[in-house]
């Protein structure tokens, strides 16, 4: 009955290589995010979509490209890994207008 | 632009002691407001809300916040802690009309001694 899962938990990966990061809701929610903290727990939203329609793009770079092909998930696809990409990401989703729920992160480590 | 400020980057309380975590916000208008805890290698759990209305609201744990127009502050406070509180905690406010937005504080650590 887990609200809002990721996958993979934890993904080890070398720089210049591209990951996936898979997100799915079942609450029935409008609205996905997808956050990032950096080792100094810091959070900061990285896209938002609603409806399947992306509508929060912060300045991330081109290499982050997310993908809802269903209101219940929003993947995060990562191309050229970069060390400063190492980070613990978290999906999150929420209605329309109303608190977030969130996974339960997705620690990156690039070597 | 909305932000949000704790203060306090680490407090330790005893065991039983009660405790309050600062928070302060900025925004045009009166946001919704969130706090969230996180314990080690784990997600974000709501602890409480206030969208509007009452401005003591009750939360999960035995938690509760006081929303304070006034100050733009949002404090979480509870009683008596418990050894098991011990996390790290997240003020967060979103902006009315700013596509659900959440913006976080740094985070407050609290370690609580027993």
């Known amino acids: 009955d887990t609200a809002v899962s990721q996958t993979p938990k934890y993904l080890v990966t070398q720089m210049g290589n591209d990951k996936s990061i898979k997100c799915e809701q079942n609450l029935g929610h409008d609205t996905m995010y997808w956050y990032k903290q950096d080792s100094k727990k810091f959070l900061k939203i990285m896209f938002s979509y609603n409806n399947k329609e992306l509508i929060i793009n912060e300045t991330v770079p081109n290499r982050f490209s997310p993908k809802s092909p269903d209101k219940a998930h929003l993947n995060l696809h990562i191309n050229s890994l970069e060390l400063g990409d190492s980070a613990v990401y978290f999906c999150?989703?929420?209605?329309?207008?109303?608190?977030?729920?969130f996974g339960p992160g997705t620690r990156l480590t690039v070597t | 632009a909305q932000s949000v400020t704790q203060p306090d980057i680490h407090i330790t309380v005893s065991e039983g002691a009660s405790l309050e975590l600062r928070c302060n916000y900025s925004?045009?208008?009166?946001?919704?407001l969130f706090w969230y805890v996180q314990s080690p290698g784990q997600g974000l759990q709501l602890l409480l809300k206030?969208?509007?209305?009452?401005?003591l609201v009750q939360g999960i744990k035995g938690f509760e916040a006081e929303f304070k127009r006034s100050q733009s502050s949002f404090n979480l406070r509870k009683p008596s802690v418990h050894w098991s509180d011990a996390a790290e905690y997240f003020c967060a406010v979103v902006g009315i009309g700013t596509a659900s937005k959440l913006t976080f504080g740094t985070g407050t650590r609290l370690q609580v001694t027993l």
């Open positions: 206030y969208f509007s209305g009452d401005t």
């Open positions: 925004y045009g208008a009166t946001p919704y």
């Open positions: 999150a989703s929420s209605p329309s207008e109303g608190e977030q729920y």
